[in-house]
């Protein structure tokens, strides 16, 4: 089997670590496996980057940054290396263009557009264990360094996976697997044998945090088998991977909350055509991601309230955008609020189930839980609360879907 394994700056963080993690690639490659290892920069290495960035500028160049900050995974990449070479194996260690890794040229969030993985396979071929560093690639036709932003080691790992036909992705973490909820919050959560691609991607985007989702967008799309697994014990992992009739028959299979979210609200608005557009579209332009959108229309149809929620980081400049559109649009009044959290609950089995957002408001009720807003897809349902509930509403509806272990 090709197998591609990625450790996180956790499993990394130091020299005990590496041989650690260098420990078990060999015994991966002795039971006659071709290994791929891609490594994160040692824990704290990148904030310690970009302090050292901001003491030098307020306002670093993104190109330089991308320089700067692929060195933490170089670091690591040489160092994995010579951990295996030291238990006597061969091993290559390659920075992320070395690997041909080529993206586009947005700087500090960069996108794959291919890997030419030549170089990796014949080094494969002649028996290395071959080590790269995540996080990191290189434009075609400028030959500028590049990195991929937030979970690009995941992403790497992923990306390499598909294009090497690989057998298997392993993500290897400071967790053992994907859980039913945060452990944190309920001990009795159960550790997951598989997941659906979907599923996963739901939770990664509602705020669940082992995997980023653009590293499971890219599975899904390429079909790679990922397993989540601990870099510090032998548990077996979480399988993500396609869904099957078994995934259908579980209702919910998990849930998330964010803290990470704020409200704001725009009151008598006209009720005429384009004032949405005109709102969102200007938003967009300013790169805020909105989340949930709600519209009451008032009893004399003259008039309506906008709500909808953000990024919690990106309160102030939505708020002051918005603001200046509420004069535009001739808004009475714009209102916001950040003590709010998003909890939602996620299984592929609700398109084939009735009746399951009416039993988590239920649930939320009997517990004095009011509800601001809700949302729903095909295999989700979110609902926006005051976040002093927030660990109480995970609890309460870990239990009325009987999750636990």
Not at 102 to 129: F, P, Q
């Amino acid at each position: 089997m090709l197998i591609v394994q990625k450790y996180g700056g956790t499993s990394v963080a130091n020299v005990e670590r590496i041989k650690a993690v260098a420990e078990r690639v060999v015994r991966t490659a002795k039971e006659g496996h071709k290994v791929v290892v891609i490594v994160s920069a040692m824990s704290g290495e990148t904030d310690k980057l970009i302090n050292l960035a901001h003491q030098i500028s307020s306002n670093p160049s993104e190109r330089e940054m991308d320089i700067l900050l692929s060195s933490g995974e170089r670091v690591t990449t040489a160092l994995t290396a010579m951990a295996i070479e030291a238990l006597g194996h061969k091993a290559l260690a390659l920075t992320g263009w070395q690997a041909g890794i080529i993206t586009d040229a947005v700087h500090t969030k960069a996108k794959i557009e291919k890997i030419e993985g030549g170089r990796v396979l014949n080094a494969l071929d002649n028996g290395y264990i071959v080590v790269i560093a995540g996080f990191q690639g290189i434009t075609e036709t400028e030959g500028e360094i590049t990195t991929l932003g937030r979970g690009g080691s995941d992403l790497s790992a992923v990306a390499i996976a598909a294009a090497l036909k690989s057998d298997l992705c392993e993500i290897y973490t400071d967790v053992d697997g994907v859980y039913t909820t945060d452990p944190n919050i309920v001990p009795e959560a159960r550790k997951m044998d598989k997941i659906s691609y979907e599923e996963m991607l739901e939770m990664a985007s509602l705020g669940a945090k082992v995997l980023q989702t653009r590293s499971v967008e890219f599975a899904m799309k390429y079909g790679v088998p990922v397993v989540v697994k601990s870099s510090f014990s032998d548990n077996e992992g979480t399988l993500v991977t396609k869904e099957d009739e078994d995934m259908e028959k579980v209702i919910v299979s998990g849930i998330t909350y964010d803290k990470n979210q704020a409200k704001i609200t725009l009151i008598g608005l006209p009720d005429k055509p384009g004032i949405a557009a005109k709102l969102f579209t200007d938003i967009a332009n300013a790169s805020i991601v909105v989340d949930m959108i709600v519209q009451n229309v008032s009893s004399d149809g003259k008039s309506a309230d906008i709500s909808f929620t953000v990024a919690k980081t990106d309160l102030q400049k939505a708020f002051r955008l918005t603001e200046n559109i509420a004069k535009e649009l001739q808004a009475k009044e714009v209102t916001s609020r950040d003590d709010i959290s998003k909890i939602s609950i996620v299984g592929v089995g609700m398109r084939t189930h009735s009746g399951v957002a009416a039993q988590m408001f239920n649930a939320l009720a009997n517990h004095g839980i009011n509800i601001l807003m809700i949302s729903t897809s095909e295999i989700k349902v979110s609902c926006v609360i005051e976040s002093k509930y927030t660990e109480l509403s995970v609890r309460v509806l870990h239990d009325t879907f009987g999750l636990a272990g």
